[in-house]
Every structure is written in C-alpha cells, then in structure tokens.
C-alpha cells in the first residue's frame, strides 16, 4: 500500500470514527430536520387566528382551536373573531366528499398502476419484451414535464367526455405513475432466480401460472412498497387533478386551495386539512407494515 494510500485509509478511519461517535447527534438532528414541518402543521391547526402568522412566531398555541377541524366536516361560514362584522369571513362546504373523491381516484390508479406494471414488469424482466429499448422508454415517460403533455390530454378528454370523470382522474394517474410501478417492480422480480419458474413448469405449469404462483408471492412484500409509494403520489397529486377536474370531482390537494379569504389565508383550517390528509397513508403504511420491511430491503444482499 503506497503512502497516499494510507493516509487515505486513516483519515477514513478517524471520520468513520467521528460519525460513530455523533452519529445520534446527527440522527437526532435528521430527525428533527424531517418531523418540524409536521409539528409546526400541527400546531398551526389548532391555533387561533391571531397566532397564525404572527412575528415572532408562537409555538404552542395560547387556546386550542378544534373549530379548525370542525368546520371542515360541518361546512357553514368560518369567522374566527366571532362577529359578522369581521372581514375573514368564508363560506366551506365540507370537504368529506373531496376525501371519498382523493380516495377513489387514488385506489384506482394505484390498483391499474400496479397491475399493469406487474404484468410489464414480468414481460420485460422474464420474456426479455423490448430488449433494451422498451424499458428506457418506459422510463424517459417520466422524463417529460407532466406540464407539457396537458393539452393533449385535455384535449383527448373533452372529445372523450372523460373531464371531470372518476374514470380520467384514475387513468391520468395510472399512466404518470406507470412508469415506476415497471421499474420498481422488475427490480424486484430480476432478485427472483429464474430457475424457480422453470422448476414449476417442469411440474406442468405454464409461464403465466408459473409467473404469478411462484415469483408473485415472493414479490409481495416488493409489490406493497411499489403500491406505498404509488398512492403517496396519486394522493398528493395536484397538477393532473387541478386542469382535469371542474365542480364534480375534487381532490384533497386542490381542495386545500380553496381556504383564501378577502384578506389573507386561512392557514388554520387550511392546516388542519392538512393533517387530515395525512392519516390515510398513515394508516395504510401501517396496515402493509409486515411488507414494506421486505420490501424496502429487497434485493439489499446480492446472490
């Protein structure tokens, strides 16, 4: 080993050392870093309206204001000084069929996501479909803006009378998001030895049984975290939802739009949707618990 060599290696050693000793300095620093935005979210809805933006900014609001998450639910008019005088002043509709509308799209085009990745997944990952090209293709999809391609789709929607549909919403998202669903998921079928399937056939089954009785279930845990990430961004998808969507569809990212009174936002209420938007993928993160720790380590060892 040459001189530069070593001390290379040795000051590897020394910072390998440091990080070891405030790696839970760090940690906690990380941690912090991410969870803030969620704390001051939280804590902003159920602030009244005097602390929303106020300099210095209050940490811990002086009175819990609940009204923030009641008035989502009940609709009616949102005056937070309590007279009618008062210029903040905003009518809400309840935001529980824009929840039931997120909800819906957001399944659909994570169920049509992932089951037609799964099937381009094994054509491209076993049958080699496409050769080399076909998966880059694939991909260079999400290479383009979404922004670029919303005439068109508008335009194809209107003549298909699939604007404001359930229908659209779901394809829109299903096509954007296709192209990680192949990826993630073929990733995740090439760990799987071919030689599985081939076995299974010698026992009489064809490719397609062989495919989805024997790879599938070895691919479960990789197919929950591919369908995690999925709903995260068809949850949160706002572009798509906002050009294709008027009166009767309305999402829960273009609902949190809507919170602009006369004279300034209504960060509190705005906030408190805010958090409600958050449950349901915390909810079924924790539901598909037992898969998401397979899944997200798949493939961490190679053969």
């Not at 508008?154 to 659209?168: A, C, M, Q, R, W």
């Not at 049984?209 to 999925?230: E, N, Q, S, W, Y």
């Not at 958050?278 to 997200?296: D, E, H, N």
Request: aromatic share 12%; hydrophobic share 50%.
């Amino acid at each position: 080993m040459s001189r530069s060599e070593r001390e290379i290696a040795e000051k590897a050693e020394v910072l390998e050392e440091k990080l070891a000793k405030h790696g839970y300095v760090i940690l906690a620093l990380a941690v912090v870093f991410t969870l803030f935005p969620l704390f001051w979210l939280f804590m902003t809805s159920l602030k009244p309206l005097g602390e929303w933006a106020s300099r210095p900014p209050i940490w811990i609001p002086s009175s819990l204001e609940f009204k923030n998450y009641w008035i989502l639910f009940t609709g009616g008019n949102y005056s937070p000084q309590g007279g009618s005088q008062s210029s903040m002043i905003l009518t809400f509709t309840s935001v529980t069929p824009a929840l039931i509308d997120s909800a819906i799209c957001t399944a659909g085009g994570t169920i049509l996501s992932i089951v037609v990745g799964l099937l381009a997944a094994f054509g491209i990952a076993r049958h080699k479909i496409g050769g080399n090209f076909l998966p880059l293709f694939v991909l260079s999809a999400r290479m383009i803006p979404p922004v670029t391609a919303l005439i068109p789709i508008i335009i194809l929607y209107s003549t298909l009378h699939l604007i404001d549909t359930h229908v659209g919403i779901v394809m829109a998202y299903a096509v954007f998001t296709l192209p990680y669903s192949v990826w993630m998921i073929r990733s995740f079928i090439d760990e799987i030895p071919t030689q599985l399937e081939e076995s299974a056939m010698v026992d009489g089954l064809s490719p397609l049984a062989a495919h989805f009785k024997v790879t599938l279930p070895l691919i479960r845990g990789g197919v929950m975290a591919t369908a995690l990430f999925i709903a995260v961004l068809n949850w949160s998808e706002f572009l798509l939802a906002l050009t294709l969507t008027h009166e009767a569809i309305i999402t829960v990212p273009v609902k949190l739009t809507y919170f602009v009174a006369s004279v300034a936002v209504l960060y509190g209420p705005q906030s408190a949707l805010g958090i409600i938007a958050i449950v349901p993928l915390i909810v079924f993160g924790y539901t598909i618990q037992r898969y998401l720790a397979r899944g997200l380590t798949f493939g961490a060892v190679k053969r």
